[in-house]
């Protein structure tokens, strides 16, 4: 098949107000099987939840505490517990990696890459930390966690990917262990003094996307 790197071909879609999980994984599945058939564009999809938990395919229920009787649902994504809520952007990317390289840790280093460089773009210096997977900042003494990555690929073609937080209410993920990760906190943009940044983050993420896809086939 045709190698592509640019953005040019790959549909990009913001979904207003808050969109049901149910919903959103319903329509994920079945781009992604029009787009091995096919029939439809890749897609980078970005939309915000109501409160909910989803469960990776490692989740621990020892790590569900849930006080707050938010739903949890079955993502069917590599990880653990995550929270999704108001505030927190979520990026679904449907990429073909038949066309773009078959490497699940690349496409994962890459995506996480991808987000970093959108993140330094409104003034926050984020990182990738040895052994554990998403994006992370200094605070204070310690580091905290800005975003979870999560993805499932079927038959080389991506599902599920980022979650950045703005703004979110940050005590909805105390009715979890984040990602299994109990040792370090979690934080936002708002927290780390970056106001209504949901628009500047979008388009530092679309301003960044052809970079991310050379990076897929290994190019600078």
């Not at 505490?65 to 809520?85: D, K, L």
């Not at 990429?95 to 840790?105: E, F, I, P, T």
């Not at 975003?147 to 080389?156: D, L, S, T």
């Amino acid at each position: 098949m045709t190698e592509v790197a640019s953005s040019a071909n790959i549909e990009w879609r913001h979904s207003p107000g808050l969109t049901p999980y149910p919903d959103a994984l319903a329509a994920m599945e079945a781009r992604v099987g029009a787009i091995q058939r096919g029939e439809a564009s890749e897609l980078i999809w970005l939309l915000e939840h109501p409160p909910l938990y989803t469960a990776g395919t490692s989740a621990d229920p020892a790590e569900l505490f849930n006080p707050q009787g938010f739903p949890v649902f079955e993502a069917g994504r590599g990880g653990r517990y995550t929270y999704h809520g108001p505030g927190q952007r979520v990026g679904y990317v449907m990429l073909d990696l038949n066309r773009r390289g078959r490497d699940v840790r690349h496409f994962v280093h890459c995506l996480e890459g991808w987000v970093i460089d959108a993140l330094a773009d409104l003034g926050i210096s984020a990182h990738r930390a040895p052994g554990r997977i998403g994006i992370w900042v200094d605070h204070g003494d310690t580091e905290a966690k800005i975003g979870a990555i999560g993805v499932r690929v079927r038959r080389w073609v991506t599902m599920h990917g980022f979650a950045v937080n703005l703004n979110p209410e940050l005590s909805h993920f105390s009715g979890i262990v984040p990602c299994g990760i109990a040792e370090f906190p979690v934080t936002s943009l708002d927290e780390m003094g970056v106001a209504n940044g949901q628009e500047r983050f979008d388009l530092a993420l679309e301003q960044g996307l052809d970079h991310f896809l050379f990076s897929l086939r290994g190019e600078n």
